[in-house]
């Protein structure tokens, strides 16, 4: 018989500020991500949570996207150091994605870079440490800098109704953030960053919030903004949520340290894009992307399409067969979708198996093997 399995809390494992509102609206699961919680369901199906993304609005915690922060009259130097995409023109108020790989060309993070100043720079990270990589990275080029990990706890507003209902707390000017922008606005008297972005493919916003420590008439901050919200989104249906994984991997969304890790390079990751200037700047493991560029690379992120019973979520990989029974890749993220009526999937696929249309195999875990071609990513809507 199986027994609940609880998660012992400690130092080492953060709540935030809306944990105790999560509680309150029936969080079922939660996993941990850069020391901190992170709701992962609400008592419903994944394919429910699904639909009402799609369809209405949600709210959710997502503050273990950890800030590192990073200022002073050398921050740009650093932050460029760390990256193949060029920042040189990057302005005040806008977000951009970023891979920071090794000296080996190897991912370490794909985080969203966000420009606050000339002088200041948040690193919205994704599960792995670079604020140890950045004080390393800048003790040992003796680069005039500062480096925190400053109490910003983002809470993800997501759903096509997301803006209306963001417009009736903060007003019209939250139609002006264009997509991977950001704009600050004022909250109860605090200064509150406010960005036009979210892991989803939905239309969607994301609070970068600062106050931890500070109240509201006898109620912590980040309850008040929680409750603001929740009684603002009753009109628009609003519910909690999470990162969904159906809308993730239909949007092509990657996650680090699962459908990729330092193993893999920017290139296999199809981010090709963010590194096409990487000939103008220094940084670390500019060597290696040059010589990886020249010889090619052997795999390469793609879509899966599949056949068979709908998968639940993979907890271990589904392996990836090519028709003539060769090894090709593995699922590390699949589910079924109910709006393409198939099973999907993401999966390093072999250079000479990762063209569209290819078919191929997936072996699922009754051990049968399942009919199934190479999509686009996204998957078509």
């Known amino acids: 018989m199986k027994k609940n399995i609880k998660l012992n809390m400690s130092r080492r494992i953060r709540r935030t500020p809306f944990t105790n509102k999560v509680e309150q609206c029936g969080v079922s699961d939660f996993t941990v991500v850069n020391h901190m919680l992170l709701p992962k369901g609400f008592k419903k199906s994944?394919?429910?949570?699904?639909?009402?993304?799609?369809?209405?609005?949600?709210?959710?915690?997502?503050?273990?996207?950890?800030?590192?922060?990073?200022?002073?009259?050398?921050?740009q130097k650093l932050v460029q150091k760390m990256t193949?995409?060029?920042?040189k023109n990057m302005a005040t108020g806008k977000c951009f994605y970023i891979p920071i790989i090794d000296e080996n060309a190897g991912m370490i993070n794909d985080p969203v870079l966000l420009k606050l100043d000339?002088?200041?720079?948040w690193i919205s990270i994704a599960d792995s440490d670079i604020l140890l990589w950045a004080?390393?990275?800048?003790?040992?080029?003796?680069?005039?800098?500062?480096?925190?990990?400053?109490?910003?706890y983002p809470l993800a507003v997501q759903g096509p109704k997301s803006e209306a209902l963001m417009v009736s707390i903060f007003g019209e000017d939250i139609k002006k953030i264009k997509f991977f922008n950001f704009k600050i606005f004022d909250f109860l008297g605090t200064k509150q960053i406010i960005a036009r972005s979210g892991y989803s493919r939905q239309d969607g916003f994301e609070i970068y919030f600062k106050g931890f420590e500070e109240h509201f008439?006898?109620?912590?901050?980040?309850?008040?903004?929680?409750?603001?919200i929740w009684k603002a989104g009753q009109k628009f249906n609003i519910s909690p949520g999470c990162p969904n994984l159906i809308d993730r991997i239909e949007a092509g969304l990657l996650s680090y340290g699962n459908d990729f890790t330092k193993e893999n390079n920017p290139l296999e990751c199809n981010l090709e894009k963010y590194c096409s200037e990487c000939e103008n700047h220094?940084?670390?493991?500019?060597?290696?992307?040059?010589?990886i560029k020249l010889?090619?690379?052997?795999?390469?992120?793609?879509?899966?399409?599949?056949?068979?019973?709908?998968?639940?979520?993979?907890?271990?990989?589904?392996s990836v067969y090519s028709e003539k029974n060769k090894k090709i890749g593995q699922i590390a993220s699949g589910i079924y979708s109910p709006?393409?009526?198939?099973?999907?999937?993401?999966?390093?696929?072999l250079k000479d198996y990762w063209d569209i249309g290819q078919k191929l195999n997936v072996e699922t875990y009754d051990g049968k093997k399942r009919k199934g071609i190479i999509t686009t990513l996204p998957f078509p809507k």
Not at 339 to 349: A, P, Y
């Open 46 to 75: 994944v394919e429910e949570d699904y639909w009402h993304l799609n369809e209405h609005v949600q709210i959710w915690d997502v503050s273990c996207q950890r800030q590192v922060q990073i200022s002073g009259p050398d921050a």
């Open 84 to 87: 193949p995409r060029s920042i």
């Open 118 to 121: 000339d002088d200041m720079f």
């Open 135 to 152: 004080k390393g990275l800048a003790l040992g080029s003796n680069f005039d800098v500062n480096i925190v990990e400053p109490d910003v």
């Open 217 to 228: 008439n006898g109620v912590e901050l980040g309850e008040k903004l929680w409750d603001i």
């Open 282 to 291: 220094e940084f670390i493991g500019r060597e290696a992307l040059k010589k």
């Open 295 to 318: 010889e090619g690379i052997k795999q390469k992120m793609r879509g899966i399409l599949f056949e068979g019973e709908p998968c639940l979520a993979t907890g271990k990989p589904l």
């Open 339 to 349: 709006r393409l009526k198939k099973n999907i999937g993401l999966s390093m696929i």
